[in-house]
C-alpha cells in the first residue's frame, strides 16, 4: 500500500546551521505534499506545501523540493533558530485528494 | 474566528464503554478527516468525508465509525474501545476545490482506554 518514509527521526543542530529532512513517497500519482510542524503538545500547522508540477518552494528560511522522478521530497530550513526545535511531518496526498499519508516524524532540536 | 474544535479534550474510559468524539468547523469546508497519531508512527487516517453523507475508510478504520450528516460536524464513533485504540485524535477540515488547499486540524483528543 501507500506510505512515505521520513528520514532522520530525530536530528540535533546548532543554532544557525541547517537542517535538512528528507521524505520518499511509493504512489507515483501523488499531487501535493505539504509539510508540518507541530510543538509539544499542539496540533500539527502546516509550514510549507509544494504541488506536483513545481520543484522547489522558498519561503524565507524555509524550502521544499520535490524530486517526481525519484520520488522523494525535503524540507530545508536555514539558519535554525531555537524556536524551530519541534518535530516535523511530511505528508503527501493521493491523486483523488481524497488521503493522506503522513512520515513517521522527525523530532529537530536546535541548540543555542 | 475560523477553527476546528473536539471535544472533549482528555477522555479516560474503560473497554468497551462506547464513547463519541465530536468534531465541529465554521469555515465551510466540505472535507473533514479523523486521524490518530502515535509514538513513532505519525499520523494515520482513520476515516474521510468529502461532504453530507460521504463518508470512506482511511489507513486505520477498523473499531471506528463515523457519520457526516451535517456540513460542519464529524463525530467520531467508538463502539466498544479497547486499549489499542488508547491515541491522540485531530480531527481536520479544508476545503475541496483545488488540489492543494491547507488542511486545518484540531486542538486534539487525548483518549486512554483501559
Known amino acids: 500500500g501507500e506510505n512515505v518514509e521520513q528520514h532522520p527521526s530525530t536530528l540535533s543542530v546548532q543554532e544557525g546551521d541547517s537542517a535538512v529532512i528528507k521524505c520518499t513517497y511509493s504512489d507515483s500519482a501523488s499531487n501535493y505534499f505539504p509539510w508540518y510542524k507541530q510543538e509539544l503538545g499542539k496540533r500539527p500547522q502546516l509550514i510549507i506545501d509544494?504541488?506536483?508540477?513545481?520543484g522547489e518552494k522558498k519561503d524565507q528560511r524555509i524550502a521544499v523540493t520535490l524530486n517526481k522522478t525519484a520520488k522523494h521530497f525535503s524540507l530545508h530550513i536555514t539558519e535554525t533558530q531555537p524556536e524551530d526545535s519541534a518535530v516535523y511531518f511530511c505528508?503527501?496526498?493521493?491523486?483523488?485528494?481524497?488521503?493522506?499519508?503522513f512520515g513517521s516524524g522527525t523530532k529537530l532540536n536546535v541548540k543555542p | 474566528e475560523a477553527q476546528v474544535t473536539q471535544n472533549p479534550r482528555y477522555l479516560i474510559t474503560v473497554t468497551g464503554k462506547k464513547l463519541t468524539v465530536t468534531c465541529s468547523q465554521n469555515?465551510?469546508?466540505?472535507?473533514m478527516s479523523w486521524y490518530r497519531q502515535d509514538p513513532g508512527l505519525g499520523l494515520r487516517q482513520i476515516y474521510y468525508?468529502?461532504?453530507?453523507?460521504?463518508?470512506d475508510k482511511g489507513d486505520v478504520p477498523e473499531g471506528y465509525k463515523v457519520s457526516r450528516k451535517e456540513k460542519r460536524n464529524f463525530p467520531l464513533i467508538l463502539e466498544s474501545p479497547s486499549p489499542n485504540q488508547t491515541s491522540l485524535y485531530f480531527c481536520?477540515?479544508?476545503?475541496?476545490?483545488?488540489?492543494?488547499?491547507?488542511?486545518?486540524f484540531g486542538p486534539g483528543t487525548r483518549l486512554t482506554v483501559t
Open positions: 505528508a503527501y496526498q493521493t491523486y483523488n485528494f481524497n488521503k493522506f499519508y
Open positions: 509544494i504541488r506536483s508540477n513545481v
Open positions: 468525508s468529502m461532504n453530507v453523507e460521504v463518508t
Open positions: 469555515m465551510n469546508h466540505e472535507y
Open positions: 481536520a477540515s479544508r476545503l475541496l476545490a483545488g488540489p492543494a488547499y491547507e488542511q486545518y
